[in-house]
């Protein structure tokens, strides 16, 4: 069974930083590009970064490009999001996904982010 396990969320103040984890089991890993999605409330979903199977291409929508760092360990079965100089509207679930040719098909239950003062 595929499992995607997200954790690290919390309440951070504008500027903070946080490291998303996503710990996954059930299949090989190492095999599967994963990405980060977010869901601010009362918005739809919102691609934030991919990474490829190996850990050698990553990829951003372009309001998170400089503050934003997605990585992998493979060893670990690990996906990580390292979120920095956080903004108000960075506040919203955050979730990791399983990709399989570009269209996720295993999603985990999320971690919430909450950037405020």
């Known amino acids: 069974e595929v499992q995607l396990v997200e954790s690290g969320g919390g309440l951070v103040q504008p500027g903070g930083s946080l490291r998303l984890s996503c710990a996954a089991s059930?299949?090989?890993?190492?095999?599967?590009?994963m990405s980060w999605v977010r869901q601010a409330p009362g918005k739809g979903l919102e691609w934030v970064s991919a990474i490829s199977w190996n850990g050698r291409s990553t990829y951003y929508a372009e309001s998170m490009k400089g503050r934003f760092t997605i990585s992998r360990d493979n060893a670990k079965n690990t996906l990580y999001l390292q979120v920095n100089s956080l903004k108000s509207e960075d506040t919203a679930a955050y979730y990791c996904?399983?990709?399989?040719?570009?269209?996720?098909?295993?999603w985990g239950q999320g971690t919430q982010v909450t950037v405020s003062s």
């Open positions: 059930g299949f090989a890993f190492d095999d599967y590009a």
């Open positions: 996904a399983k990709l399989v040719a570009g269209t996720s098909d295993y």
